[in-house]
């Protein structure tokens, strides 16, 4: 059974940086591709990056890129989330999910699997 366990989120200020983790279990992901997603309060979960398992290519959605980083260590099934120069729109919950039929996870439809989510909130 697949498990996704996100953590690393909290408060920061406007300006500030967090890391995201999503530590991977159950199998071994060679084929498929990690995304990130985020839901506020009272709006639908959007991607916001996501990569390929094994060759480790990136995208991102637009208005995060140039601040945030998605990047994996496979010894440690475990993918990141670089988050800098965030802002209080950014506040939501955040969600690793895997996907196994896709290059690039970039609708929740798209996904097989998910985590419980880690809060992201920004102060401004």
């Known amino acids: 059974q697949v498990r996704l366990v996100e953590s690393g989120g909290g408060l920061v200020q406007a300006g500030g940086s967090l890391r995201l983790s999503c530590a991977a279990s159950g199998r071994t992901f060679s084929r498929n591709s990690m995304g990130w997603f985020r839901q506020a309060p009272g709006k639908v979960r959007e991607f916001v990056a996501g990569?390929?398992?094994?060759?480790?290519?990136?995208d991102y959605v637009d208005i995060v890129k140039g601040r945030y980083i998605n990047s994996r260590d496979s010894t440690k099934n475990t993918v990141y989330l670089q988050m800098n120069n965030l802002n209080p729109e950014e506040t939501a919950k955040y969600y690793c999910?895997?996907?196994?039929?896709?290059?690039?996870?970039?609708?929740?439809?798209?996904?097989?699997?998910w985590g419980q989510g880690t809060q992201v909130t920004v102060s401004s």
């Open positions: 990569m390929g398992w094994s060759r480790g290519f990136t």
């Open positions: 999910a895997l996907a196994e039929y896709v290059l690039i996870p970039k609708t929740t439809a798209s996904c097989n699997f």
